[in-house]
């Protein structure tokens, strides 16, 4: 199992500068954030850490932006400890709430109990969240659903709430994979096929309704095979990659056949919602 390493960085600039922040860790690989006022906490697999990503910071420090950082390893075992002191139930809108085990239920329509292990993806990160709510805007009702880059699961587990025929939960992350399984035991859930692997293990049949929460580099690479995966009129979500990289996103989808229909930011993430259009 990996070792993750956890980056805390105060920031006592602006919005803007915390923005910026964001922006460079994520070019450097860092896997997922937890936004906290003036602090942040920046998250990376021990293997892909460089030292020279601290320059970054030193650059930007230079450079008007007032932060400070430190660094700390955060071994396996100790993950889950660190995850539930920060976790607290989210709502989602009106109708969905995401909440571990150790929480009392929640009054709503859809309640999604995700214990998040190793993997990412518990609603509190701008993406996940923006992403949850575009299924609730977009019901996957009768659908084939693929989720890409699945995490815990817990996409999967609300398109199969809102009516999804099947689920296909892809991750390369064997945890994930591991992770997605028991939390879709935990929501009972019957219609989410859990694979570990990349998106040469998609399967050769065609959705209605892809996600992918991923990252730039790998939606670029990945979206001419949604694109071919996805039946005509089908819908894409794509979310992971910051609002300035929105252009080089919509350009590679509308080379494949895919419109832009929307889009939504949260502190400078955005999602973005295609669909496929005939011929």
């Known amino acids: 199992m990996k070792t993750y390493l ?26 997922s954030f937890v936004e906290h006022e003036n602090r942040l906490e920046a998250y990376i697999d021990e293997a892909q850490w460089n030292a020279s990503f601290l320059d970054e910071l030193v650059a930007l420090s230079l450079n008007g932006i007032d932060l400070s950082w430190s660094i700390q390893a955060i071994p396996p075992e100790n993950w889950n400890a660190v995850w539930e002191s920060d976790f607290n139930p ?97 929501n009972s859930c019957t219609k989410v096929a859990a694979m ?21 580099n790998v939606l670029l690479i990945d979206i001419p095979l949604f694109s071919s995966r996805l039946e005509v009129k089908g819908k894409l979500f794509l979310s992971g990659f910051f609002q300035q990289d929105l252009p080089a996103i919509e350009a590679k989808c509308f080379q494949n056949g895919l419109k832009l229909i929307d889009y939504t930011t949260k502190n400078n993430w955005v999602a973005a919602h295609f669909e496929k259009i005939d011929g």
């Open 6 to 31: 956890q980056l805390n960085v105060k920031i006592y600039s602006s919005q803007d500068g915390r923005d910026i922040v964001l922006a460079v860790l994520s070019n450097c690989g860092f896997e």
């Open 90 to 186: 989210i709502i989602v809108g009106k109708q969905c709430a995401v909440r571990a085990h150790f929480h009392a239920p929640i009054d709503v329509l859809y309640e999604l109990i995700i214990t998040p292990k190793m993997s990412f993806g518990t609603g509190h990160h701008q993406t996940t969240y923006m992403m949850l709510d575009y299924l609730l805007k977009y019901p996957p009702k009768n659908h084939n659903v693929l989720d890409m880059g699945c995490g815990t699961g817990v996409l999967a587990i609300l398109a199969e709430k809102l009516g999804a025929t099947q689920i296909e939960a892809l991750d390369i992350e064997p945890w994930c994979f591991e992770n997605t399984l028991e939390n879709t035991q935990h």
């Open 196 to 216: 570990q692997g990349d998106s040469s293990k998609i399967p050769h049949k065609t959705y209605q309704t892809i996600l992918a929460n991923i990252n730039m």
